[in-house]
């Protein structure tokens, strides 16, 4: 079983719509969990922390479920510049990857 | 955020030679990490940095092959050795600070190496 596992995608949605992307990870000792944005060709740039009580950060919310070990990514009123590959990150002593999920959204 | 820069940021290199790419990060950090990324996939971890100490290795990567150095907290050098074809990928070096607002861990990366080994 892969350490970090994402929902494989793509993901087409048109503009506006809210589309929400989930993460499991295998071992309960993960103490910190991270969803970044990486653009084709690009490096991955932190998103956002996800904490145990959820957060919140303009069209994004994150949230984290312990007992279930997952985390979930969830943007409201989607724009085309949201278009890119997501990745779930997980960290234990370093942090391990999701293979990510490719989003695409249309006009 | 952190400001990382990598040097070079792509090469083309042959077959049976070295290639050593320069990480420099803006300020201190405690941990300094390197990726690999084949295109369309996820980061796989190559090693831990370690300063002053030899660098930790992920199952499949050795010393031989990618010898790493830290001489000190805000840079690290990645050797990939006697490359073939298959060494072919982004190298991304990482950083992890800790967030002067949170106190939260946070890592950032480099903007990667493009490698090609013909």
């Known amino acids: 079983r892969k350490e970090v596992e994402q929902d494989p995608g793509p993901f087409n949605v048109p503009e506006g719509a809210t589309v929400a992307f989930n993460c499991t990870y295998s071992?309960?000792?993960?103490?910190?969990f991270f969803w970044y944005r990486q653009d084709c060709r690009k490096e991955p740039k932190l998103l956002m922390s996800?904490?145990?009580s959820g957060n919140e950060d303009g069209r994004f919310t994150a949230q984290l479920n312990r007992a279930s070990q997952y985390i979930s990514l969830l943007i409201r009123d989607s724009k085309l510049s949201d278009s890119a590959t997501y990745l779930c990150?997980?960290?234990?002593?370093?942090?391990?990857f999701g293979a990510g999920t490719r989003l695409t959204v249309k006009p | 955020s952190a400001v990382i820069s990598q040097k070079p940021s792509r090469d083309i290199c042959q077959r049976g030679t070295s290639l050593t790419i320069q990480c420099q990060v803006d300020s201190q950090v405690t941990m300094m990490f390197w990726y690999r990324q084949q295109p369309g996939q996820s980061l796989t971890l190559i090693a831990t940095?370690?300063?002053?100490?030899?660098?930790?290795?992920e199952s499949g990567f050795v010393i031989d092959k990618f010898p790493i150095s830290r001489p000190n907290l805000t840079f690290s050098t990645l050797t990939v050795s006697n490359m073939s074809p298959e060494d072919s990928s982004i190298y991304l070096c990482?950083?992890?600070?800790?967030?002067?607002?949170?106190?939260?861990?946070?890592?950032?990366f480099g903007p990667g190496t493009r490698l090609t080994v013909t």
């Open positions: 071992n309960s000792a993960s103490q910190s």
């Open positions: 996800v904490y145990s």
């Open positions: 990482s950083a992890v600070y800790t967030s002067p607002t949170s106190g939260s861990y946070e890592q950032y």
């Open positions: 990150a997980v960290n234990l002593n370093d942090m391990r």
């Open positions: 940095a370690n300063q002053g100490s030899e660098a930790t290795y």
